[in-house]
């Protein structure tokens, strides 16, 4: 597959030489993509396979399948300015913000105290299934189309990774609860599916469930049309809700209607 990737990129196609990434490091960052467009224009049951770095010496099976290579990537510069295995200094280790879960501060140990760069984990629990991190900002939560290695699930999985022996690498990491890439803060992630299955019931409403997480949202607005001041400014003097919604069928960035 590396080869491959070289090969078209190469070609210079509606790309300006040595602005992009070589096939090697497209790969590792998860911006090259195989889907079996045949099966796909069917209708079948059929997805997109995001091509890993240690498929690069794989050799394709081209029938029915084409080859989407996105290179120029996202990038998250941001991912690398912190330790994702390491505690965040400025939160617990004589920080001015105080930490404590149930009345006590987190016992932080030796190991989990940052070298040289901050580290993002704020509280960690092993057995219930859970940590508290720190977000940088600028970096997604998730893995993005041409971008499955700068994203804070991406890191902080492959910090729980480095933990384990090499023969027992297997890690779960998930979030009930997703944020803006532009967004920094602190945001629960999930380490276990129990604990998954356990704020999906919190955070959606059910006959049987009363215990339920309200959230709420500023929203800094930008006015374009200037007619549309004065009706803005009656919904907030009469303390009116105004409704709004993501549009599904416009591409990303939504559009909010």
């Known amino acids: ?142 893995a993005t189309m041409s971008n499955h290695a700068e994203d804070v699930v991406t890191c902080f999985s492959e910090a729980l990774k480095n933990r384990l022996p090499e023969v027992d690498q297997k890690v779960y990491v998930t979030l009930s609860q997703r944020i803006e890439t532009e967004m920094h803060g602190l945001i629960l992630v999930s380490t276990n599916k129990q604990f998954t299955n356990y704020m999906s019931k919190l955070e959606h409403p059910n006959d049987d469930n009363d215990n339920i997480i309200h959230k709420s949202y500023k929203c800094l607005v930008c006015i374009k049309d200037e007619n549309d001041l004065d009706r803005l400014e009656k919904f907030q003097q009469s303390g009116s809700i105004i409704t709004h919604y993501m549009d599904q069928k416009s591409p990303s960035p939504k559009k909010i209607c």
């Open 1 to 142: 597959w590396k080869d491959v990737a070289k090969d078209i990129l190469e070609k210079h196609i509606h790309i300006q030489p040595d602005t992009y990434p070589p096939a090697n490091e497209l790969l590792k960052l998860g911006a090259v993509w195989i889907l079996n467009e045949t099966a796909y224009a069917k209708g079948e049951n059929t997805h997109a396979h995001r091509l890993k770095e240690e498929e690069a010496s794989d050799i394709p099976d081209w029938e029915n399948m084409t080859l989407r290579v996105h290179y120029v990537p996202d990038r998250f510069h941001a991912a690398h300015e912190v330790d994702w295995s390491k505690h965040c200094r400025g939160l617990l280790v004589g920080g001015s913000v105080k930490v404590d879960v149930g009345g006590e501060v987190p016992h932080v140990p030796v190991t989990g105290l940052p070298d040289y760069n901050d580290g993002v984990i704020v509280y960690e629990d092993s057995k219930l299934g859970y940590a508290v991190l720190n977000k940088p900002g600028a970096m997604p939560v998730r």
